[in-house]
């Protein structure tokens, strides 16, 4: 992963460990690897903390090349879980491959293929931006040229600037350019817009969305919906330790086939009863929700209905439940 052993944090798994070379079987198991579509392969994934079980069988596959996206209330384990797979913490059961070895035993040619964006910073503050990513290009065999990754993270302008004086925005994103400088194939980001603006977020993205243009793998955390839903090829969705819904921003929680939602204004003098579908009221007054798996049917009905009567059927939406509405169903709390 990333450079220096004193920049490793938060895990129980020793620097000595760490940052040990193995000598012979890495060429072969790294080529072997790379035929290889699977970049991450957990199975029955456990992690207890004083008896307290946080991780309890979590089996997850990443695929090369895949933006892959975990969520999760707070507490659910999605730390715990990534900092196994990146060999910062030692499990305490299941099997964990991460690009084809298990992380807990990996070596230093291994930490160089995989990128790391932690929830805290790690820029320095009295080097500048590329004085930083030239001291972290140092640690890696094969870095990526250091105006590449400022361009990369479009930080282009702050290049001469010194780490106390970037906001907190570009701060992260120099953390991204860290987690990128040596040309990993795996890239974990944890949560890598909390903060930014609406714009910075979208160039964040596309920044990400770039990565997987170049053919990285990405895992991403994040607690913001709308950034699952514009990146993620797929999501899992962790809960008190266990995963339970798997699917691609669309089909996640059986989204695709949830009915939709049609929603408007009641005709002037018109109630909820005198509709000729079921319908309830919403909180916005006057406004009525019918739920409908056959949509253009029932619109059709809906319109013949309305036209027959010369009724004006008011700010009408039609809408799959939000990605945000399954998440929630998921996640919900047991009564
Ligand atoms: P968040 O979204 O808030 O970052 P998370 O999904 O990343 O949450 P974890 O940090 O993995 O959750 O924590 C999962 C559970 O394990 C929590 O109940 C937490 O209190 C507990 N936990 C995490 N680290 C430790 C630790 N070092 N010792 C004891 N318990 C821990």
């Not at 993205?205 to 991403?220: P, Y």
């Not at 090829?233 to 962790?238: C, H, S, T």
Request: hydrophobic share 40%; with cysteine.
């Amino acid at each position: 992963m990333y450079g220096p052993p004193q920049q490793v944090g938060g895990g129980d798994a020793s620097l000595s460990d760490q940052w040990r070379v193995d000598a012979a079987p890495v060429a072969a198991s790294a080529a072997a690897d790379r035929e290889s579509a699977l970049v991450i392969d957990v199975a029955g994934l456990r992690m207890a903390y004083d008896g307290f079980e946080a991780v309890r069988g979590v089996d997850l596959r990443v695929r090369r090349g895949e933006i892959f996206t975990f969520l999760g209330p707070n507490g659910a384990g999605k730390t715990t879980t990534v900092e196994i797979l990146e060999g910062h913490r030692k499990r305490t059961g299941g099997e964990v491959r991460v690009l084809g070895e298990d992380p807990q035993h990996a070596d230093r040619r291994w930490r160089a293929r995989v990128g790391v964006v932690l929830q805290s910073s790690r820029v320095e503050r009295e080097l500048t931006v590329r004085e930083c990513l030239e001291l972290y290009a140092g640690y890696y065999p094969k870095p990526r040229p250091v105006r590449e990754v400022i361009k990369l993270v479009g930080l282009e302008k702050k290049a001469e600037a010194r780490g106390a004086q970037l906001s907190g925005g570009q701060q992260r994103r120099l953390d991204v350019a860290l987690a990128l400088i040596g040309d990993p194939e795996l890239v974990f980001l944890d949560e890598p817009t909390t903060g930014f603006d609406p714009s910075a977020r979208r160039a964040a993205w596309e920044m990400i969305a770039g990565l997987r243009e170049l053919g990285k793998t990405i895992f991403l955390t994040t607690h913001y919906m709308d950034e699952a839903e514009a990146l993620a090829d797929r999501i899992a969705v962790l809960n008190a330790g266990v995963i339970v819904a798997e699917g691609t921003p669309s089909t996640l929680g059986g989204r695709n086939q949830a009915a939709y939602e049609i929603s408007f204004g009641l005709p002037d003098g018109v109630t909820v009863d005198a509709l000729p579908f079921p319908a309830r009221t919403l909180s916005e007054p006057g406004r009525v929700l019918i739920e409908s798996t056959e949509v253009m049917a029932t619109l059709h009905a809906l319109a013949g209905w309305a036209i027959e009567r010369g009724a004006e059927v008011g700010d009408l939406r039609v809408r799959r439940p939000a990605l945000e509405d399954v998440y929630l169903a998921l996640t919900e709390p047991a009564a």
